[in-house]
């Protein structure tokens, strides 16, 4: 099997579990952007232990396979401190244990201080979050890594929605192409819009397949 095939059926058993999970929902929601929105990814609903795991083991098993090279992995606050957690768990049952840290929202002036918690930022690092809107707290996290003498590499993410950042006819461009172009980090994603265009023209069940034309039409409108 190529890479190429390998990566795509993750991708595929990553979009049933989020389904199976209720993660990933069909139906009418409202987006950060405030566009109407045919489906919706809440990471926040991986909300026990064996979701969790589950999570930590598809961001690994899709980071091995990126070839990204990366030191530790940082997680911005506040859901990225969890899923760093969970990739590096992920990662150490691959075999690649590697050390993690996060930001508190606000610095602490006692006990060990300031606003970094974890393993010591150096090296090359690799941003863990679950998804990206337009790109700002990527930056954000970007820029406290290199205040830290470290260089961050990448960002990981959960599902990219494939979608313009703004409602501007002179910028097409979605978030995860904002930081990879403007911050010059490599995304790599578990998931994408696509995969999950797929899934729907695969699966089975009639009720999920269903919600295909709505999600067709989405992409269409908002897509890049």
Known sequence: MTDTARIHDLAQEFVKFSV???????????TKAGR???YFFNTGLFDDGAKLMKLGE?????LI???????????????????AAAVAIGLAKEGKSVPYAYNRKEAKDHGEGGTLVGA?????VLIIDDVITDGASKREAAD???AAGATPVGVAITMDRQE???DDPANRRSGVQYVEQELGLQVVSIATLADLMAFLDTTGDAALAANKPR???YRERYGI
Request: aromatic content about 14%; glycine content about 12%.
């Open 20 to 30: 199976e999970a209720g993660v990933l929902r069909f139906g009418d929601f409202t």
């Open 36 to 38: 109407q929105s045919p």
């Open 58 to 62: 598809f961001y690994a098993r899709r």
């Open 65 to 83: 396979a990126s070839g990204l090279e990366f030191d530790m992995l940082f997680g911005p606050a506040y859901k990225g401190i969890t899923l």
């Open 120 to 124: 010591p930022v150096r090296g090359k």
């Open 144 to 146: 406290m890594i290199r």
């Open 164 to 166: 313009r950042a703004k």
């Open 215 to 217: 999600v067709a039409a």
